[in-house]
């Protein structure tokens, strides 16, 4: 059987203007049975529909903060920088892959790209927006390969039975997080402060949106591996759907 083909989206080097990609979600993508594929920062909608017709599952990864009038907010302070080609290609993707109920992992930024296509909103930063919250460091002062705080998992969820645990250590490497859920998604993850750190659709073939970064902590932590596993599986049978 064909391994399932993955769309990972790209990062964009804002002083350089240059698509780069980290090695680390290739290689957990690869490692757990799929060919990642990296996409291009610029997409207009039909080549948009036709990547989410001809790829298996589509990976929204990690990177800038997300432009504040794309859920209807004037920039606080604590805002960081953004990407204009990120936001528009991504969001213009993500409501293709939707639209084709394709596997969605969205991880970190991707995670709070998925709540707000879908209607929710974001913090635009939990350190000046919550203060009276508990201070558990979610931007870690240490490397990203070692976890930083837990997150504990509603039980029942899609995301507690793929991670075969309630309790996950996981990194965390953001300042924004998931406020107001959009209605379809159900929020199965927080950190003992309160955080959204996950969010799935339970009618969806796989839609789940994590706040950590599980593609740093495969091949030593298996709930990372487990959930990458998890995902490209959904993608093989999605994959064998649409060319049978
Ligand atoms: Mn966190």
């Known amino acids: 059987m064909d391994k399932p083909v993955i769309g990972l989206t790209a990062s ?12 680390f979600y290739m290689d957990a993508l690869r490692h757990n049975g799929a060919i990642p594929v990296i996409l291009p920062l610029t997409l207009d909608e ?12 589509f990976l929204f990864s990690g990177g800038p903060d997300i432009h504040p009038f794309l859920f209807g907010e004037e920039t606080l302070m604590g805002c960081g920088d953004f990407s204009p080609l990120r936001d528009s290609s991504e969001l213009l993707l993500l409501s293709q892959v939707y639209e084709r109920k394709k596997p969605v992992l969205g991880i ?41 705080h837990r997150v504990a998992l509603e039980s029942g969820s899609r995301l507690a039975a793929i ?5 996950l250590e996981v990194n965390s490497l953001h300042h924004q997080a998931i406020r107001n859920a959009a209605p379809c998604l159900k929020v199965c993850g927080r950190s003992s402060d309160g955080i959204i750190e996950a969010v799935e659709q ?40 649409s060319s049978s």
């Open 12 to 23: 964009h080097d804002l002083k350089t203007d240059d698509l780069r990609m980290g090695h």
């Open 163 to 167: 991670s075969e645990s309630l309790s």
């Open 108 to 148: 970190c930024r991707g995670a709070q790209l998925l709540n707000i296509a879908l209607g929710g909103d974001i913090y635009q930063d939990i350190f000046s927006q919550i203060p009276a919250r508990s201070p558990i460091a979610h931007r870690q002062p240490f490397n990203a390969a070692h976890p930083a």
């Open 46 to 57: 039909e080549e948009a529909g036709q990547l989410a017709e001809s790829l298996d599952g």
């Open 202 to 241: 339970p009618d969806h073939p796989f839609l789940i949106g994590i706040q950590w970064h599980p593609e740093q902590l495969a091949g030593k932590y298996p709930h990372a591996d487990r959930l990458f596993s998890a995902f490209i599986k959904a993608c093989s049978r999605c994959g064998q759907i």
